[in-house]
């Protein structure tokens, strides 16, 4: 597609609830990235694919967030047993190729998601 | 640990004027710096991206200069409109880390008529 696309753009769940988080990169982008940023507050790195694997999960909070990718694209963070703490905009981009190259991150619009 | 810290959190200027924001780094070793605009409600959006050669970049009424030695990037905008009204990310990756970025907390920019 012409942009990452990412759904549902908003999400009200009540705590204990999972939830699945979706994003669609840009068609030939194969470095996908998730990031949370809560309200006020600077982005926060969750985890990197490339292509199918994910060579860097050090920023999943916990175990109840896990994140996968088929067919090198779209990819599904979800979330189980969901928390208040959890509540947040989920931001997923996407760039051509990883490595310390001048790569520029397209980003979705975001998923906004609200644990009650 | 990598940090990048953005000052000032939030500003306030009026339409017409400039404004200039800094951002420090002690990211290590530094691969490049990237500045990006997020307005409201919508994801971040790439103004400019410098290397450790570049010490300065434009893009439209929008200026960014580097120093690599102090560590330190600004932000300059020149003839601010209404819609220059967004937070402003300065973000910076190190060689070698798999291109995990790490993000400042952002500047909140309110250009008022």
């Known amino acids: 597609g012409a942009g990452v696309s990412q759904s549902p753009s908003n999400k009200v769940t009540e705590k204990g609830k999972d939830v699945e988080l979706r994003c669609d990169p840009i068609s030939g982008h194969t470095a996908l990235y998730w990031y949370r940023q809560s309200l006020g507050q600077g982005l926060e790195f969750l985890i990197y694919?490339?292509?199918?694997?994910?060579?860097?999960k050090s920023g999943l909070p916990s175990d109840r967030f896990s994140a996968e990718r088929t067919g090198g694209s779209v990819s599904t963070l979800t979330i189980q047993r969901t928390q208040q703490e959890d509540s947040a905009v989920y931001l997923c981009?996407?760039?051509?190729?990883?490595?310390?190259?001048?790569?520029?991150?397209?980003f979705g619009a975001g998923s906004r998601l609200t644990v009650l | 640990k990598n940090q990048v810290e953005q000052s000032p959190q939030s500003l306030i200027i009026l339409e017409g004027k400039n404004c200039t924001l800094q951002c420090n780094y002690t990211v290590s070793p530094f691969s490049n710096l990237r500045w990006y605009k997020q307005d409201t409600g919508r994801g971040p959006v790439s103004l400019t991206i410098?290397?450790?050669?570049?010490n300065t970049k434009s893009n439209g009424r929008y200026t960014a200069t580097l120093d690599a030695d102090t560590k330190q990037s600004s932000l300059h905008i020149t003839a601010s409109q209404l819609s220059d009204s967004a937070s402003y990310i300065c973000v910076v990756s190190a060689q070698a880390a798999g291109n995990k970025l790490t993000f400042g907390g952002g500047t909140r920019v309110l250009v008022k008529p």
């Open positions: 410098m290397t450790f050669s570049e």
């Open positions: 981009a996407s760039s051509r190729s990883t490595g310390s190259g001048a790569n520029v991150l397209t």
């Open positions: 694919f490339q292509g199918n694997s994910a060579p860097d």
